[in-house]
Structures are given as C-alpha cells and as structure tokens.
C-alpha cells in the first residue's frame, strides 16, 4: 500500500476540460513501447549519474536513490504512436529533488537523459523541472514491470510519452539542445520538445 505521508502531485493537465490532445485515442490497457530488449536489473553494479554542466559530478547507488525524500504524481500519458492512459499514479523521487543534489552551471539549458543500451532523449531543463516530473519506480502503487522502466525511469508527463524514458541511469546538463534517440533523423527525427496538445510529434525539415 502506499505511505500516506508521501506528497501527491497532480498534473495540471488532469485539470483541463479535454483530456485527450488532438488525434490520440484512449486506452485502458496498458501498452510496451520501447526499441530493443529490457535490460536486466543488476542492483549492486546500479549507479545513477548526473554529469555535464555542473559544479561536480554527482552519482549514487540504487538504494540511495531509493532512500531520497518521494512523491507522487497523478498524470496523463500520451504516446506519439496515438494512445493516451488517463490517471496514472507514478511514485519516486521528484526530478527538483534529484537536481537539488547538484550545483548546476547556470549556461545549462537542456538536460540528456542517458539510460541501458545507449538510449537517450533530449529535453528543456525547464521543462525536466516541471513539478510533475519524477523519476519513478512504482505505478498505481506497484512496483514497475521490467518492461515498463524498472528498476527507474523518468515521467514527463505533459511531453509525449517517449520523453519518459524507461531503464535511465543518467543526466547530462547542457547548453546546446542535441537530439536523442529518437529525435535523430535516423530514428525518425521525433521532436526536439514533444507538446502532444500542439502535436509536435516530428522535427520540422
Ligand atoms: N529506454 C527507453 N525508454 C523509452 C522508450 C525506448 O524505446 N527506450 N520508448 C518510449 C516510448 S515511445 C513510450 S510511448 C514510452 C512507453 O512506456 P511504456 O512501455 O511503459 O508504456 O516509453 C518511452 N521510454
Ligand atoms: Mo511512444
């Protein structure tokens, strides 16, 4: 069951009359999404990395972050590929709480997120700062499925859903905004920020 005493945040998106951004249809299942396998969890060799344009690098081990204070999200989720699941209750640590650690350079703009395999997504630092953005190991109380970003994964909720990324295992700061994974032209050339509500689903040409 879930601790009483942790915060809930609730996305201001959950508060708006249209719940579904244009062209998305709602789902009650709870789809997979991701390129390659899910990686497996070795929890002694887990650490988690911030980097880039900061004062110091910052890194700790799985049940450090586990031991850091927590919060919940209520939140939409909204995929590019068309679905949408509505109220989703994500716990874990408070991605302003994670960045508290670090004494960030103030030239950084824009945060890659690095996780397993090489994966990667580009965000704003401002929009990464939401405040109901968090790195999540649990969902509607539960812990995640391997396959849904256990043992972490960041949650943006109000950028579509291939911004929260699953299996993270690092931030960079940075000044200059570069492309992730899917963001690359390779991959499809998704885009740079990802509003579902103004369907900035691919990178203008
Ligand atoms: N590491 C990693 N994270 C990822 C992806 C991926 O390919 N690799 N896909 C993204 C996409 S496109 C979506 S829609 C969501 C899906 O999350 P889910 O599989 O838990 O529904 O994960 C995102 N996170
Ligand atoms: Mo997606």
Redesign the pocket.
């Known amino acids: 069951m879930s601790d009483p005493t942790i915060p809930l945040i609730v996305s201001s998106d959950v508060h708006r009359q249209e719940r579904i951004p244009p062209h998305q249809a709602q789902t009650r299942k ?7 396998p899910t990686p497996r969890f070795n929890r002694t060799s887990w650490i988690f990395q911030i980097f880039g344009l900061v004062e110091s690098r910052w890194q700790c081990t799985y049940d450090e972050f586990l031991a850091l204070p927590r919060v919940r999200v209520l939140a939409d ?1 909204h ?3 068309r679905w949408s ?1 509505l109220d989703n209750v994500w716990e874990g640590v408070s991605t302003r709480t994670i960045l508290d650690r670090v004494k960030v350079d103030p030239r950084a703009r824009f945060v890659m997120v690095h ?3 090489g ?1 990667s ?1 580009n965000l704003p630092l401002a929009e990464f700062l939401g405040e109901d953005c968090l790195f999540a190991w649990k969902h509607n109380d539960q812990d995640l499925e391997p ?3 256990y043992p972490l ?1 960041l949650v943006i909720p109000r950028l ?3 911004k ?5 295992r690092g931030i960079e700061l940075v000044e200059t905004d570069r492309p992730g ?2 963001e690359s032209w390779e991959n499809g050339g998704y885009h740079m920020h990802g509003d579902p509500w103004t369907e900035e689903r691919f990178r203008p040409r």
Request: glycine residues 6%; charged residues 15%; contains cysteine.
């Open positions: 709870w789809p997979i999404l991701h390129m390659g989720m995929c590019v590929t699941k996780c397993e395999y994966f997504t396959d849904h970003g994964r579509y859903a291939w929260s990324a699953k299996w993270v994974f899917w």
